[in-house]
C-alpha cells in the first residue's frame, strides 16, 4: 500500500479501501492470536516444558504467510499450533534428550501410543499427549468437511519427521559428517517443511482433496515439495549453524559442504546461496506450470517457503526474535495502517 500511495496516479478510493481491508484483517488475525495466546499459556510451559521457547507470536506469523484468506482462520491455527510443538521437539532432539530416550521416542510416534514399558521423559508425555490433543481438534474439523482422509496423511507426516531426526542424532552420536548426497534428502524432511505443508493442507477445506494429499506424499515427493524444503533447510543452516554447532548440533549444510569439498565457511556460504537460487527456478517452475495439484495449494505451498525467505534472509529471526522478526510483527499485527 505505501508503494500504491507514493505513486501520483494512485486512486483515493481505492486505497482507502486497501487500508480499510488490511485492518479488518488485522483485527480478525488479533483475534485468532488471543485465541492461540491462551492456548500456549494453558499448557503452562513453564513448568510442563520449561525449554520450551516461547515463540508462539512467530509460529502464528509463519501460519499466516500461506493461509492468507480469511476463512483460513482454523487452518491458520493448527498450522501456528503444529509449529510450536514441532519447535519444541526439535529442541528435545537436538538438546535435550539421549539418544536411548530419543529412540524410545521414536518408537512411540510410530506406534502412536505410549505403553507402560516405554521409557521416555514425563516432558515427553505431556508433548505427545498435547499433539494427540491438536489432532483429536484438527480431525473434529475435517470430518465434518468428509475430509477424514486427511488425518492419515498428517499422522504419516509426524512419523517421517521424527525419522529424520533420529537419523541426525545418530550422526551426533557418532561424530559422522555426511556428504550433501545424504545430508539433503534427509535434512528437507526434518526442516519441518512437508508437515507444515501436509497441516496447511488440512485447513485448507474442499481445495486440498484426498488426490493433493497422494499427490504431496507421492514418491518421489513432488519437486516443489522437495526444492521449496530444501530451500528452507539451507537458509536455516546458513544462518543458525554457528550457534547450533556451539549448543552441541548434528553437521549442518555448511560443514557437511566444507569437508566434501574442501573450502571455507565463506567459500560454503557462497556455494549453498547459488544451490538456492537453483532451487528457486525448480520451485518456480512448478508453480508456473500448476498441472499436478490446484493452484491454491501451490500458491499456499510456496507462500510458506517465501516466509523463510523473508525472516531467514540475514539472520535466524526465530531464534533471535527480538530483531528483524520484532518489526514484522509490530507492522502486521500490533499498528494499524492510518487511514
Avoid at 517443511?193 to 477445506?205: A, F, R, S
Amino acid at each position: 500500500m505505501s508503494f500504491y500511495q507514493q505513486d501520483d496516479t494512485h486512486n483515493e478510493a481505492i486505497l482507502k479501501l486497501g487500508k480499510l481491508d488490511f485492518n479488518l484483517g488485522q483485527k480478525l488475525h488479533q483475534h485468532e492470536l488471543k485465541l492461540l495466546t491462551k492456548w500456549w499459556m494453558d499448557l503452562d510451559t513453564s513448568n510442563t516444558l520449561p525449554f520450551a521457547r516461547d515463540r508462539m507470536i512467530e509460529c502464528y506469523l509463519w501460519a499466516l504467510g500461506p493461509l492468507v484468506e480469511p476463512d483460513h482462520t482454523t487452518g491458520r491455527i493448527f498450522l501456528a499450533k503444529i509449529t510450536a510443538l514441532v519447535s519444541i521437539l526439535d529442541d528435545i532432539f537436538d538438546v535435550h534428550g539421549t539418544l536411548d530416550e530419543l529412540e524410545s521416542i521414536v518408537n512411540v510416534i510410530e506406534r502412536w501410543g505410549i505403553s507402560d514399558e516405554d521409557v521416555v521423559p514425563n516432558y515427553f508425555k505431556f508433548w505427545f499427549k498435547t499433539l494427540l490433543d491438536l489432532f483429536a481438534d484438527i480431525e473434529a474439523h475435517v470430518s465434518k468437511e468428509g475430509r477424514s482422509f486427511c488425518m492419515v496423511y498428517a499422522r504419516r507426516g509426524v512419523k517421517e519427521l521424527v525419522r529424520t531426526y533420529i537419523k541426525e542424532a545418530r550422526w551426533y552420536n557418532k561424530g559422522y559428517i555426511p556428504t550433501m548426497e545424504e545430508y539433503v534428502p534427509n535434512g528437507y524432511v526434518s526442516v519441518g517443511y512437508p508437515l507444515g505443508m501436509t497441516i496447511l493442507c488440512c485447513g485448507m477445506g474442499e481445495a486440498a482433496s484426498e488426490e493433493v494429499f497422494q499427490w504431496l506424499f507421492n514418491q518421489p515427493n513432488p519437486n516443489i515439495v522437495v526444492a521449496g524444503s530444501s530451500i528452507v533447510r539451507l537458509m536455516d543452516d546458513i544462518v543458525s549453524h554457528e550457534f547450533e554447532q556451539e549448543r552441541g548440533h548434528v553437521a549442518s549444510a555448511v560443514e557437511c559442504y566444507m569437508k566434501q569439498y574442501g573450502v571455507s565457511k565463506q567459500e560454503a556460504h557462497v556455494g549453498l546461496n547459488n544451490l538456492v537460487e537453483i532451487l528457486w527456478k525448480d520451485v518456480n517452475e512448478d508453480i508456473l506450470q500448476p498441472l499436478k495439484a490446484p493452484l491454491p495449494v501451490l500458491t499456499a505451498i510456496i507462500n510458506l517457503v517465501r516466509v523463510m525467505d523473508l525472516l531467514y534472509k540475514d539472520e535466524d529471526t526465530y531464534t533471535n526474535a527480538k530483531t528483524f522478526m520484532k518489526e514484522v510483527i509490530t507492522s502486521t499485527l500490533v499498528e494499524p495502517v492510518s487511514i
